[in-house]
T-cell receptor, first 113, second 114 residues
Framework: GDSVTQMEGPVTLSEEAFLTINCTYT??????LFWYVQYPGEGLQLLLK?????DKGSNKGFEATYRKETTSFHLEKGSVQVSDSAVYFC????????????FGTGTRLKVLA | DAGVTQSPTHLIKTRGQQVTLRCSPK?????VSWYQQALGQGPQFIFQ???????QRGNFPDRFSGHQFPNYSSELNVNALLLGDSALYLC?????????????FGSGTQLSVL
């Protein structure tokens, strides 16, 4: 079945460091891919998405590129801030048939001042 | 514009009891999905409601049931609670359009089963 695998956390970085959170997926067909972020005490918020191969999603300085050949959707940010501390979830949804999301287990990011 | 609201925020129950969680979707949304998020895990899909009917279901037993009302709000019911049902329950709303992709999540109900 469909699945999403994320790098395990926690990831601890200093402010202004470069961030990469790895995500790979297994799915039939051509799913849409997403990154959601969960701040403490809150629900998940959509961070960015990509709907087809080679698409790049971007938002708030975060970027991720849909790589079909490596079935990956790695999240990157050039310079993290303390306010980026949160849990990040990679997810997929098939664009035909069912519409249920498959989420990864999440990666906790802690940014130190 | 209110987002997705869930109630209650926290709940403590004992094994064998029944619980009802409530969700009001974002204004303009017609579809509600429920997810279970165990500690340290990603959300797991329970089911989705549209037009007052369950449209899809994940791998959850029949103890988990739901309902959607004409105003699009929804309830999640869990019977015969088990310790393993302790989790954060998230409601997400969306539009049942051609893509049905973007989910808006509430802050969740933290259920503890003792």
């Amino acid at each position: 079945g469909d699945s999403v695998t994320q790098m395990e956390g926690p990831v601890t970085l200093s402010e202004e460091a470069f961030l990469t959170i790895n995500c790979t997926y297994t799915a039939t067909g051509y799913p849409s891919l997403f990154w959601y972020v969960q701040y403490p005490g809150e629900g998940l918020q959509l961070l960015l998405k990509a709907t087809k191969a080679d698409d790049k999603g971007s938002n708030k300085g975060f970027e991720a590129t849909y790589r079909k050949e490596t079935t990956s959707f790695h999240l990157e940010k050039g310079s993290v801030q303390v306010s980026d501390s949160a849990v990040y979830f990679c997810a997929l949804i098939r664009t035909s048939g069912t519409y249920k999301y498959i989420f990864g287990t999440g990666t906790r990011l802690k940014v130190l001042a | 514009d209110a987002g997705v609201t869930q109630s209650p925020t926290h709940l403590i129950k004992t094994r064998g009891q029944q619980v009802t969680l409530r969700c009001s979707p974002k204004s303009g949304h017609d579809t509600v999905s429920w997810y279970q998020q165990a500690l340290g895990q990603g959300p797991q899909f329970i089911f989705q409601y549209y037009e007052e009917e369950e449209r899809q279901r994940g791998n959850f037993p029949d103890r988990f049931s739901g309902h959607q009302f004409p105003n699009y709000s929804s309830e999640l019911n869990v019977n015969a609670l088990l310790l393993g049902d302790s989790a954060l329950y998230l409601c997400a709303s969306s539009l049942m359009d051609a893509t049905n992709e973007k989910l808006f999540f509430g802050s969740g109900t933290q259920l503890s089963v003792l």
